[in-house]
């Protein structure tokens, strides 16, 4: 039996700049960091006993005697990718699926590294990164960039940049104290709807060049913030006015990004004390993150009273294999 844990993510910038049709020509990165909230994926060989081969938990339960047969796009891919039978697998997280934390691409992550440890096989975080991407992105055909993926391997606090010839993981040197403020300083709030981020991403698109040139704009805000984060001469509150910026840049890139309800609960937010924020993910839903000075964190708990109120931690592991029980499998 294997037990893999994948920790979710939290993108402040660069978002969008990770789709593939953009980087390749205009070069990308993103801003973005791990923390602790996880999904685990269980998994084991089905004992042969039952009258089905292959035995799924997830937010469904799918009992099947064909790989082919399996509903999840993701999980029929992945065995198929992998030459995986007779399994029995279970899905469990701390967070919603659907709401802008990366979840999908954390679950493609974590899967991918269990199949392997069940094969008895090690596969490094670059290895998964890659796989799960072309998992997603290629088997699957989902719409959507490739941060998510990169950040549930590696985790962390990191840059990650985007150019033709691929990607790059860059950790950011931030001292502990400096770190430890930042996560003090964000409040996260759950706005309790949810959406498919392929399906923000294909009522977005790229098609009209004026969003290409919000991208760039918002391409180029990672520099500054992570001079923000780096530089301890610079002001940490910058970090949440730069957050404000690139949220309005955002928000100008698509009609699915934001709804009425978000934009009321956003400037609520604001008007609360908060120096900036953003919806987290493709848009349309899940969490807003406000950048919140402590003194004034009382306010936004009160103002955003209606919502569910996220503590969270920046975490540094990445995916990993938390229980490991080697068994004997012969196959048919």
């Not at 844990?5 to 993108?11: E, I, L, Q, V, W």
């Not at 209606?306 to 592991?317: R, V």
Request: aromatic share 12%.
């Amino acid at each position: 039996m294997i037990i893999t844990k994948t920790p979710f993510r939290m993108s402040f910038f660069g978002g969008g700049t990770d789709m593939e049709e953009f980087f390749r020509e205009n070069n990308g990165a993103v801003l973005s960091t791990t923390f602790d909230k996880y999904c685990y994926v269980n998994v084991r060989h089905l004992p042969r006993f039952f009258d089905y081969s292959t035995e799924l938990t997830y937010s469904k339960s799918e009992r099947v005697s064909n790989v082919d047969e399996i509903q999840h796009p993701a999980i029929r891919n992945a065995m198929k990718m992998l030459d995986m039978h007779e399994i029995r697998l279970i899905y469990e997280a701390d967070l919603p699926a659907r709401s802008g934390l990366g979840t999908s691409s954390s679950f493609a992550v974590g899967m991918l590294n269990a199949f392997y440890a069940l094969k008895g096989k090690y596969a490094d975080k670059k290895k998964l990164a890659d796989e799960a991407i072309y998992l997603e992105r290629v088997l699957c055909d989902e719409a959507g960039g490739w941060q998510d993926q990169i950040a549930a391997s590696y985790g962390g606090f990191n840059r990650i940049n985007f150019n033709a010839d691929g990607y790059e993981v860059l950790p950011l040197i931030i001292s502990p104290e400096r770190k430890k403020q930042l996560n003090n300083n964000l409040m996260m709030f759950f706005t309790g709807f949810t959406r498919f981020s392929s399906d923000v991403q294909n009522a977005n698109g790229l098609s009209k060049k004026d969003k290409i040139n919000q991208l760039k704009a918002m391409y180029s805000l990672v520099d500054e913030a992570e001079k923000v984060l780096t530089d301890a001469n610079t002001n940490l509150d910058d970090f949440g006015c730069l957050l404000d910026t690139t949220w309005r840049l955002k928000r100008q890139t698509g009609a699915a990004v934001s709804t009425n309800s978000i934009d009321c609960l956003y400037e609520k937010g604001m008007a609360a004390g908060a120096l900036g924020g953003k919806l987290l993910g493709a848009g349309g839903g899940g969490f807003l993150v406000f950048y919140v000075q402590p003194e004034k964190q009382d306010a936004m708990r009160w103002a955003m009273r209606d919502l569910m109120y996220i503590p969270f931690e920046f975490e540094n592991g990445g995916t990993r294999v938390i229980h490991y029980t080697t068994e004997s499998y012969i196959p048919r």
